[in-house]
């Protein structure tokens, strides 16, 4: 079956850095939209980043400049490298695949991982 394993998620002072990873079974990878979302308490989920399979990538406003979305075919592996964090990133971050296109996400969905940002 389809499994998408987030990791990397924690507690760090704002200015600090993560990077989550997304570890992808059960598809074939290179042909999947790959894909970052967060839910905060109290507000809907909404899209942080996504890449497509050719690579190309788009972002949220709020973390342009200060996220980078990327992807490893190899390892079948999506990563957020999230710089210079906010109190207002804290929330789950959930990766999520979808076939061929950005347009497409949501077909799976990881179990979330926890990013606070606090000092």
């Known amino acids: 079956q389809v499994q998408l394993v987030e990791s990397g998620g924690g507690l760090v002072q704002p200015g600090g850095s993560l990077r989550l990873s997304c570890a992808a079974s059960?598809?074939?990878?290179?042909?999947?939209?790959m894909g970052w979302y967060r839910q905060a308490p109290g507000k809907q989920r909404e899209l942080v980043a996504g890449i497509t399979p050719g690579g190309s990538v788009n972002y949220a406003d709020s973390v342009k400049g200060r996220f980078t979305i990327s992807r490893d075919n190899a390892k079948s592996t999506v990563y957020l490298q999230m710089n210079s964090l906010k109190p207002e990133d804290t929330a789950v971050y959930y990766c999520?695949?979808?076939?061929?296109?950005?347009?497409?996400?949501?077909?799976?969905w990881g179990q979330g991982t926890q990013v606070t940002v606090s000092s």
């Open positions: 059960g598809i074939i990878f290179r042909v999947y939209a």
């Open positions: 999520t695949a979808g076939v061929g296109s950005l347009a497409n996400l949501g077909d799976y």
